[in-house]
């Protein structure tokens, strides 16, 4: 079966940096994405990584190894309004997107 | 950037009457559009995968006959939940592949829909 895994929930201080964590197992590979969805609210696209390596935007980077199914999503000078579900996506061998449950990160001052 | 309009944001209908979301994408040609529903605290769970012009492909579990999908052209798909019941509450989205474009995935701002 097609499986991705990300921890349920994170919490981190402002200011700081935070590293979420998403492993797959899927069939076939085509790309991985990192979305983020505040509540009540649908997802908003952050990143896309379909080789290995670090891709990096802003205060969001995202490192891809696939030799190892293996993805995380850095966050870094956290703010409160980075408050979100952060949701990892992976493209299978039909181009369809198989998605993790998501991670809920909550900011503390 | 790409827009998918989605219409309308919530909805409160009465058990046994039918709902129809609409998904428009506003600057591009939508040949693949994608229904999510996602319950509370749950992750997206797709429901179908609709292409312009063609019957759209159902996920195991999601009822055809109840769930009606039309993509009868490219920057328009609906969504028609039928003789909705409360279990059918949830927050439905859409999402527009682009053509041509490897990783174009565009979300609509998604319905909320409570059946009373």
């Known amino acids: 079966g097609q499986n991705i895994d990300q921890p349920t929930e994170m919490t981190a201080t402002e200011g700081a940096i935070v590293q979420i964590n998403c492993t797959y197992q899927?069939?076939?590979?085509?790309?991985l994405f990192w979305y983020q969805q505040h509540a009540g609210e649908a997802p908003t696209f952050l990143s896309y990584n379909v080789l290995d390596g670090l891709e990096e935007k802003g205060r969001f980077s995202s490192f891809l190894s696939r030799s190892k199914g293996y993805s995380y999503l850095l966050l870094k000078e956290l703010q409160m309004k980075d408050s979100a579900s952060y949701l990892c996506?992976?493209?299978?061998?039909?181009?369809?997107?198989?998605w993790g449950a998501g991670t809920k990160l909550i900011i503390k001052p | 950037g790409a827009v998918v309009s989605q219409h309308p944001s919530w909805v409160i209908c009465k058990s046994g009457t039918s709902v129809k979301i609409e998904c428009r994408s506003l600057d591009f040609q939508a040949t693949t559009m994608f229904w999510y529903r996602q319950f509370p605290k749950q992750s997206l769970m797709l429901m179908a995968t609709?292409?312009?012009?063609?019957?759209?492909?159902?996920e195991q579990g999601v009822e055809k006959d109840k769930f009606l999908i039309n993509h009868a052209s490219l920057t328009l798909s609906t969504l028609t939940v039928t003789s909705a019941h409360p279990e059918d509450s949830s927050f439905y989205i859409c999402?527009?592949?682009?053509?041509?474009?490897?990783?174009?995935?565009?979300f609509g701002s998604g319905t909320r829909l409570t059946v009373v």
């Open positions: 996506a992976v493209k299978d061998s039909n181009y369809q997107l198989i």
């Open positions: 609709s292409n312009e012009g063609s019957k759209a492909t159902y």
């Open positions: 999402s527009a592949a682009m053509t041509g474009e490897d990783y174009g995935y565009t």
């Open positions: 899927t069939s076939g590979f085509n790309g």
